[in-house]
């Protein structure tokens, strides 16, 4: 029973910046229909975005969310606008565009290390209390960071099912003809939805880099297991993707406490090739 729990809770804790990337990671990946290697290196500015506001302008942490988000989402609109959005528009092709991003995402990581250097940097946590839960201990800015995650998905998950905005995001990816017919501006959905998607990155960076140390290729070790997450989730699905990064962080956790965590990568790089395998079944 302790086992159960124990993997329960730490799995969801540790799922937090996993399931926040995988959100935004989908969103791109359903309107635009390639894969953006790019979008790890937003995960990796918002940490450092973040760590600009709490550390060199000595800011709370908490109020350093705020910016830090904004700023990762200008960003990821930046890389949609000067990069993305013209190959598009010269019929560049998605296998096309997923190499384009790879290329972009070293031009990114390695401009950072320019500028900053490769250096460990790290985020001031705030005051910190213990609280035990079910006989599980955790602290309080893990309690705050996963309240906050679960208020950003769920409202994020609303805006995509329940709203006009969400309706015009799924015309749009589903339909783009169809679409600019009824009278949808294209550019406008794209902006705003690669702008939640950078601010999902970037907070994703920062829940990530405040429980550990924050470094030039964070985002690149994340965006694997990413990608991973969100096309066992299927690619497209914000409540796949959801639902995906909650149960690789559970079965990671689970394993973690059994053995190592290399092991846990490589059970989830398993799991990942058995469920491609069987959905390439189904289809045969």
């Not at 791109?28 to 937003?42: R, S």
Request: hydrophobic share 60%.
């Amino acid at each position: 029973m302790s086992f159960a729990v124990d993997s329960l809770f730490i799995g969801i804790l540790q799922a937090s910046p996993l399931i926040l990337a995988a959100i935004g990671f989908t969103l791109i990946y359903y309107l635009n229909g390639f894969i953006n290697f790019a979008y790890g290196e937003g995960i990796t500015f918002g940490a450092y975005f973040a760590s600009l506001f709490n550390v060199a302008f000595g800011l709370s942490f908490y109020i350093s969310i705020v910016p830090a988000a904004i700023l990762s989402g200008l960003l990821s609109v930046a890389t949609y606008l000067f990069v993305f959005r013209p190959a598009m528009q010269r019929g560049i092709k998605p296998s096309e565009l997923i190499i384009l991003s790879v290329g972009l995402s070293f031009v990114l990581r390695y401009g950072l290390i320019l500028f900053v250097g490769a250096e460990n940097v790290y985020l001031d946590e705030p005051p910190i209390e213990f609280f035990n839960l079910i006989g599980v201990g955790a602290t309080s800015l893990q309690l705050i960071a996963l309240i906050l995650v679960a208020a950003f998905a769920f409202n994020l998950y609303w805006i995509i099912y329940h709203t006009g905005f969400g309706e015009k995001v799924r015309g749009l990816a589903d339909n783009p003809e169809l679409a600019r017919v009824c009278g949808i501006n294209p550019h406008e959905i794209s902006v705003k939805v690669w702008f939640v998607a950078g601010a999902a990155a970037g907070l994703a960076g920062i829940f990530q880099g405040v429980f550990a140390l924050v470094n030039p290729l964070m985002g690149w070790n994340l965006i694997l297991i990413t990608v991973m997450v969100s096309i066992i989730g299927g690619v497209g699905s914000v409540r796949g993707a959801l639902v995906a990064a909650v149960v690789a962080g559970i079965l990671t956790a689970a394993i973690t406490l059994l053995t190592k965590p290399l092991y846990a990568e490589v059970a989830l790089l398993m799991a990942f090739i058995l469920i491609l395998w069987r959905r390439g079944a189904r289809v045969v």
